[in-house]
């Protein structure tokens, strides 16, 4: 009975203000740390090797309509100072469903104590399908239910970034897109959109420590600010053990508490698994969120890594 309770709120609120929606904005993530190119272009070629990753990401399991997120990244540096990757993201949430396609670039420069300050740039564009049918409506007889579908809007994206890293040590500043598209319906008075990009900033940083040959240890914050919503903070801590083994957890600001892990199979092959689990009153109707991911490093063979880096 809970479910189809919030399923219902949750579709009359978006029905209700679909001539003035602002879409979802960037896809979340938890394992972010993992899936850093969709963040911050300035990512791509950082890893000094071919890298790509396969994330998918389901929000609160259990409700009709929730969040589910596929993403597929890969970046590799091209020479010792430019890198190139391609992003794509594919987001549902009820009868909207938003694709991602991006091509990054990076220019490096060398700075201080052997650290990079990388440069990136990122264009591409964003494909917006909302099919209204979907809904759940009590009266469809009642007109103001009854908008146009939004079928294949196609927008441009532009997003900058920084970051400044070394072996132990990063921060990025960065913004995805900073074009803020509007989407039109196709109804009597066009001048109101059905969803508009708002420009996301993200600030992140993190320190690995080592504690020992065998351990080591990671902090990490992600800080990310749209206009017209709540900051949001995520603070996470991982550990890494003998080079193989991952464990962690994050905390996302009145929000939800995360714990984190992943395996290092072989020298190329990675796994890992978040559970958030909600922090709020929405907890009654949710399941949590559940992510996985899949990573592989393909290492030059004459610049194999001893051990892996921590981010």
Known sequence: MHRKIIKTILFVLF?????????QQDAQYTQY???????NPAYAGSRDMLSAVLLYRSQWVGVDGAPKTQ??????????K?????????????PAK?????????????????????????????LLDVD????????????????????????PQVGLGVMLYSENF????????????????ESENA???????????????????????????????????????????????NFLFYDKFTLGAAYRWSSAVSGLAGFQITDSLMVGVAYDADTTEFSEYSGGSFEAFLRFDLFKSYNKMVTPRFF
């Not at 740390?33 to 963040?39: A, I, K, R």
């Not at 990244?73 to 091209?78: C, D, I, K």
């Not at 938003?98 to 964003?126: C, I, M, P």
């Open 82 to 94: 430019v890198g190139v990757g391609l992003n794509i993201v594919n987001d549902q949430i009820g």
């Open 170 to 185: 990063y921060v990025g500043l960065s913004a995805p897109n900073i074009l803020e598209t509007k989407h039109f319906d």
């Open 98 to 126: 938003e694709t991602y396609f991006d091509a990054n670039f990076s220019y490096s420069l060398e700075v201080f104590d052997e650290a990079k300050l990388n440069f990136g740039l990122k264009a591409g564009a964003h």
């Open 132 to 155: 209204y049918s979907k809904l759940n409506i009590f009266d469809e007889t009642d007109n103001n239910f009854q908008p146009n579908n939004v079928d294949k809007k196609i927008s």
């Open 33 to 39: 740390m993992y899936n850093t190119l969709s963040v």
């Open 191 to 237: 001048s109101e959109s059905v969803a508009k990009e708002r420009i996301g900033y993200y600030l992140m940083s993190g320190y690995v420590f080592e504690m020992s040959n065998d351990v080591k240890f990671k902090p990490a914050i992600l800080t990310k600010l749209v206009t017209g919503t709540p900051l949001q903070v995520d603070i996470s801590a």
């Open 71 to 80: 993403t597929l990244s890969g970046h590799t540096p091209l020479n010792e």
């Open 15 to 23: 029905a209700i203000s679909c001539k003035t929606i602002f879409a």
